[in-house]
């Protein structure tokens, strides 16, 4: 089977079909926000402060509003188009749902103590910034696969078709 990942993915950039360039470009919106988060969480963890606290627990919200409408662009519409490729349960698809449901974890976790903010000690507002600080190296990472495998792995498994669907699915999301 050597061999067999380069096959499937080309040699050589990938130009991405309109779907999957959206998807790409709505990342770096993301990242940024991810990074304002990552330096709250880290200024909470160094001294824990109830008002940073606070404006977290707002970031991480607006964070997540713009989060969930990508995550099921990928989750619901491309992650099933490609299943009928790569398999449902395991490989590439199981991977980066199971990312997704990592990161959405841990922002579960914080934003669920976050509605305990008042009563919180030192200690438990730092710990709970570091799971969103957790969240951030979850995605960044998981990005970069979307971007240097998923991505690419799609534009050379899926149909013109296929693309086209994928395009207007998530157009109307």
Known sequence: ?????????????????????????EHPPLLNMLEELLQLSLKIEEVPDKGLFKELIVKV?????ELEPHSEREEGVLFRMMEQYLGKGTGPIAVMEYEHDQAKGYI?????????????????????????????YTLT?????EENVLFPMAENLLSEEEKEELYKRIKEI
């Open 61 to 65: 919200q607006t964070f997540t509003q």
């Open 108 to 136: 579960k976790a914080y934003m669920a103590a976050a509605e305990k903010c008042e009563n919180l000690t030192e200690q438990e507002m730092a710990y709970n910034a570091g799971l969103i600080k957790n969240a951030y």
């Open 1 to 25: 089977m050597e061999g067999c990942m380069s096959a499937m993915m080309g040699n050589g950039p990938v130009i991405l079909s309109k779907g999957l360039k959206q998807l790409k470009e």
């Open 141 to 145: 990472q998981h990005f970069a696969k």
